[in-house]
């Protein structure tokens, strides 16, 4: 396993085993990417390329496809939405998830028990579990098709892994730091804000990173809860966008690549961050 | 010492406890009571006890639903639990630029699961799909299939995108578990003379017994609540052969507007999910993960 082993008998074996290592990852690596690239070079090409020699390079690179697929796409729209529903409601996960957590762990109060029982189910529940319901309520109260439709659910699916995360952290913070801090007279608020919610930030970006995805990604609330096409995120409108363009493929290619290619973007700028909010997210 | 009672804390918990009971307990709650009556969503609600439930028992294309899915977990958990542990495995062998290939793997959990999709429906394309394309241009026409219209290959075919999406995901986890483990161990192995098919399998996986649990469990509530792939893809087709709990529960509630039979099939769902959860709990090794080193 060491680097030493290896360094120790630098053999004929040691780099015949190394290229076989490498040209499977190479495979590996090929298998997850093709899709993707085959995605994006089918963008550059007009539907009877795409037919004929599915494969092979596009002639030219040429966005006129992507262009043209913003905007009859209505991408800017749904983009836009996407962003909006998903930075508001990360803001209120980590601003109610942190202070329930604060309350659940350095606070005293009959009940916590329970209500934290409450946020144990919330971890379990399945949408399947409430969804019906749930869009019935939003009905009757006139809900559906406004943003708060989609925000709502998404910041309540979003608490119980942040008030269980921000917990964990809020619970390794030492007690002395509470006691110290109200010595000198400081509020409950005052020690949340000034002295806990800073020490907290590594749980809250896996919290945000989490929740962030979650929102952008959504897919069956949306579906549920939007029909106005003004309002819908990516993942609905490209749908709405792919039902009214079915055999436009070169159209189809291009809405998917102008989606993904931002989030792989985003993903290779910051991947250190991602997969660590992603896994401590899910691990703990 | 104890303080007495005060208003703070519950002002503190106020935000986070009421959105969740409105928006997830209220409905849970309400989905219960939905299920012991006939409803169509709009106008009168009559009283019919167990009736759906019974029905449900008796509606074939349900049951069926279940073994889908059973079958669609079976196939998941060989293609991301299985295989993350093999790239993880791959991965913390002693090369340079595995931090490369590591980004590679996990970068298609990163995209909308719509997205994904659509990208795969096309794969799967009978006319200039990928998949077909590649066999044909490899002389294998023969083995060409329409993957997703199929009764046969229908299910596969969603299972591989499934995998393809979240096998870097648990490849991650996975990763993150092996370089907990000591130096020392490796080296302790090494000089025994063990091979790193044994260090793999010996030592490994053994240490990391706690993460591939959660993982397995992670796969199969999460394949219990599949629907993007499915809806998108196949929309249950073909003749039904993927019909899976989560599309069926849609059709029933927003196609057939029979609200309180769809209720009931949540429940049932529900309390399915439950108990797997509890059993998982139930039947985990006490002391998994915690060997000593």
Known sequence: ?284 | MKRKWHIAPYLFVAPAVLMFAFAVLLPILLTFSFSFFKWKGYGDMTFTGFDNYIRAFKDKIYVMSYVHIFEYIAFTVLLEIVVGLALAGLITLNFRGTGLFRVAFFTPMMLPMVIVSYLWAFVYNADFGLVNTLLHSLGLDSWQHVWLGENKTAMISVSVVSGWVFAGFYMTIFYAGIQRIPKEVYEAAHLDGATEWQVFFRIKIPMIADLIEVGLLLCILGGFQAFDLFYVMTNGGPNNRTEIVTTYLVKIVFKNADVGYGSALAVLMTIVITLIGVLFNKLKPKDAGKLEY
């Open chain 1, 1 to 284: 396993m060491s680097a030493t082993i290896y360094k120790s008998k630098p053999s004929l074996r040691h780099n015949v085993f190394a290229a076989g290592y490498y040209a499977i990852m190479m495979m590996l690596s090929v298998m997850f990417f093709y899709p993707m690239y085959w995605m994006v070079i089918s963008s550059f090409k007009s539907n009877r390329k795409i037919f004929s020699s599915p494969f092979s390079f596009p002639e030219k690179v040429d966005l006129h496809n992507w262009s043209q697929a913003w905007k009859i796409g209505n991408m800017s729209v749904y983009a836009m939405n996407s962003l909006i529903t998903t930075s508001v409601t990360v803001a209120f996960i980590l601003l109610f998830g942190s202070l329930a957590a604060f309350a659940f762990s350095k606070l005293e109060f009959k009940g916590s028990k329970l209500l934290l029982a409450m946020f144990v189910l919330g971890l379990f529940m399945p949408l399947q579990s409430y969804f019906i319901a749930q869009n019935y309520v939003f009905e009757f109260l006139n809900l559906k098709d406004t943003r708060l439709a989609l925000i709502i659910p998404y910041i309540a699916m979003g608490l119980p892994l942040a008030v269980f995360l921000l917990k964990a952290h809020n619970d390794s913070l030492p007690k002395e730091l509470m006691e110290s801090s109200r010595m000198d007279g400081a509020t409950d608020f005052t020690i949340y804000w000034r002295v806990i919610l800073p020490l907290m930030m590594p749980g809250l970006s896996s919290v945000a990173i989490f929740s962030a995805l979650n929102s952008w990604n959504e897919f069956l609330l949306a579906l549920l809860y939007i029909q106005d096409e003004s309002l819908k995120t990516i993942p609905t409108g490209l749908l709405a966008f792919s039902s009214r363009y079915i055999t436009n493929y070169h159209m189809l290619f291009s809405a998917l690549s102008l989606v993904t290619i931002p989030m792989i973007l985003v993903y290779v700028l910051f991947h250190r961050h991602i997969v660590s909010g992603l896994t401590e997210g899910s691990l703990k």
